[in-house]
């Protein structure tokens, strides 16, 4: 597997290295000791979470303020456009956010460290999400910013209105959200 850095270096595209033959495929979708290598850093994943949602649905832009999760998402079926934003204060790129479309067929990992919000748009009828997370559930902590607040101007790749859940509806302008420091 190797890793591509994004215009936020944090956020890396994991890419594996793929084994195909008449037969189909095989690829390694995790190693620990060859992750940890790659992104540079220490990690310890505590849970994995896996969705399914419908063209047109998006997601986010979900954190948590404490227990803060890194995710390490992937697509199993179907294509989505994910998008992480740095909501960390006193980051270089704070405000800034970088997106890229997971596939199936491409099989690309996004790594998305603590201190970002995170979101993603299905392109495909359906989609079906992995992610495996740095740190467990805690709906007490969960914020959403607003998934197109002017200030933040993510390019989501949709000409219509997206289904978001209700609280993704209620998401907050990112001036007026709780962040990291």
Known sequence: MRAI??????????????????????FESFNHRAFETIIEGKVEFVQDNQSLSMKNVLRGLHYQIKNSQGKLLRVLSGEVFDVAVDIRRSSPTFGKWVGEILSA?????????????????VLSDVAEVLYKTTDYYAPQHERCI?????????????????????????????????LFT
Do not use: T
């Open 5 to 26: 850095s994004l215009e936020i270096p944090d956020v890396k595209v994991i890419e594996p290295k793929l084994f195909k033959d008449r037969r189909g495929y095989f």
């Open 105 to 121: 067929d491409n099989k690309r990992q996004l790594w998305i460290p603590p201190g970002f919000a995170h979101g993603f748009l």
């Open 146 to 178: 607003a998934w197109n607040d002017n200030s933040l101007d993510i390019q989501w790749p949709i000409s219509i209105p997206p289904i978001l859940s209700v609280s993704d509806e209620q998401g907050l302008p990112l001036s007026s959200a709780e």
